[in-house]
């Protein structure tokens, strides 16, 4: 790839892999906004209170040859192969690795998007809840991983508040029912009340409005869902109905094959596994095959098999989920201290992974 433009587009678990692999060997500009990484998959731990690990971009690319743009993508010409900023700047590409990610999705719920926090904003809702003049309740909304491990931890940090965990299907319903109940359980000990099959309808400043009733709340924090980032759609990429880029077996866009589009932006669909689901498990493998293709020249198609699912549960417990190659619950995991320390090796990996 010598000589060849390479951007890469977005800092997360895929995009950041992705230009630090290529960036070995080859110049490549990455454009994002922050200055430091967004460790997804420990914000419940920063939301509670617990010291923040966010290392600044450049520690991550210190030794790579890699030109951080720390600005926000506004436009993509994909005939002309331009990236447009908000500060001006017009980058000329290549190939180009688009890996923007996900976002909120709040779902056109009435003030969801004035009253409720973002999950992702786990610094400022920490300093919200520390700055409240006395205990309250907090509701977090959503069942999946993301809610209740938020949920698990703001309970275990802060006793004196009350949490409630509204989800519109069953708290950790994919999980196995030995993973479930485990789940259930820490919930319950830690006095986290749950209303399962709740919608939320609307969003206020005293609390939530659900198909059940009212449910009063001093702080609201949105964990319900993901969805991609828009731009891919509004360029002329070809995207799923959902706004993920469609791409082939090696994660170039079907449309535009001098693009790859990598993380929760890609829909992959890997043969005897299915469409992978977004996350960081998933991200971070395809940012690495990219990075590794854009290097070495031609390789194999992207290959990827499911292990397990871990999940937090406050700083005592936790759970580790065995699953198929086909991401299919397996009836065995492992829960307490050794569901904890999986989870946190798991994600002192993902850490080393990143370079």
């Not at 500060?87 to 999705?105: C, E, K, N, P, Q």
């Amino acid at each position: 790839m010598t000589g060849t433009r390479i951007v890469v587009l977005g800092a997360g678990y895929a995009g950041i892999t992705a230009a630090t692999r290529a960036g070995k060997g080859s110049n490549v500009t990455l454009i994002a906004p922050e200055s430091r990484f967004l460790h997804r998959v420990r914000q419940h731990e920063t939301a509670a209170g617990r010291p923040g690990h966010r290392p600044a971009l450049a520690h991550l690319l210190r030794g790579r040859s890699v030109t951080h743009l720390q600005a926000s993508v506004t436009r993509l010409d994909l005939t002309a192969g331009k990236v447009f900023t908000d500060t001006g700047d017009a980058v000329s590409y290549d190939t180009l690795v688009y890996a923007l990610g996900s976002r909120t999705a709040w779902q056109d719920v009435p003030g969801a998007r004035e009253h409720a926090w973002d999950a992702a904003r786990a610094e400022e809702l920490r300093r919200r809840i520390a700055a409240a003049p006395a205990p309250g309740t907090v509701a977090v909304v959503g069942g999946g991983a993301t809610g209740i491990e938020l949920a698990a931890e703001l309970a275990e940090a802060h006793p004196a508040w009350r949490v409630e965990l509204p989800a519109s299907g069953e708290v950790g319903g994919w999980l196995s029912p030995r993973g479930r109940q485990h789940v259930l359980r820490v919930l319950d000990r830690l006095g986290v009340r749950r209303h399962e099959h709740t919608r939320v309808t609307a969003v206020g400043p005293a609390g939530l409005e659900t198909e059940a009733g009212p449910l009063a709340a001093d702080v609201v924090v949105w964990a319900a869902s993901m969805r991609p980032h828009p731009l891919a759609a509004e360029s002329g990429l070809t995207v799923t109905g959902r706004g993920q880029v469609v791409v082939d077996a090696y994660l170039r866009s079907v449309s535009h094959p001098e693009v790859h589009a990598i993380g929760d932006a890609a829909s992959v669909t890997v043969p005897e596994v299915g469409t992978l689901r977004m996350g960081c498990a998933t991200a971070l493998p395809m940012g690495q095959y990219v990075g590794k293709r854009l290097l070495r020249g031609d390789s194999g198609p992207f290959s990827y098999r499911y292990v397990a699912q871990c999940l937090s549960l406050g700083r005592r417990d936790g759970l580790l989920q065995v699953v198929g190659p086909d991401d299919s619950m397996r009836p065995r995991v492992f829960t307490g201290t050794a569901g904890r320390l999986a989870k946190a090796a798991i994600v002192m990996g993902v850490r080393a992974s990143l370079r």
